[in-house]
């Protein structure tokens, strides 16, 4: 098992920003993955970015490019998303996951471990 932590979420105004962080405890069998999903409300958990273990290849979902950034802090075991121009339609329950997959996955099923997830809300 390797528990995943949130934290960081909140209430913000449309156009704010916060920044998402979660930390993983325990080891893996090897270097791993990390992504951030969303379920908003009577719809489907959605990709949000994904980030691999060397920093590269940082895949994201249209609806945030731009304005969110995924980054990690392998010393600290911890994934972070800076989320930047906030809309309402961002307001869901973020979750971190984590894949011991060697190609990041950006669909829920490619993932082995998941947080407990942290409400965000973005008012209009």
């Known amino acids: 098992q390797v528990p995943l932590v949130e934290s960081g979420g909140g209430l913000v105004q449309a156009g704010g920003s916060l920044r998402l962080s979660c930390a993983a405890s325990?080891?893996?069998?090897?270097?791993?993955?990390m992504g951030w999903f969303r379920q908003a409300p009577g719809k489907e958990r959605e990709f949000v970015a994904t980030v691999n273990y060397n920093g590269r290849g940082t895949p994201y979902a249209d609806s945030v490019k731009g304005r969110f950034t995924i980054s990690r802090d392998n010393d600290r075991n911890t994934v972070y998303l800076q989320m930047n121009s906030l809309e309402p339609e961002d307001t869901a329950v973020y979750y971190c996951?984590?894949?011991?997959?060697?190609?990041?996955?950006?669909?829920?099923?490619?993932?082995?471990?998941w947080g407990q997830g942290t409400q965000v809300t973005v008012s209009s």
């Open positions: 325990g080891r893996t069998s090897r270097p791993y993955t």
């Open positions: 996951a984590l894949s011991l997959a060697f190609v990041a996955p950006i669909t829920a099923e490619g993932y082995h471990y």
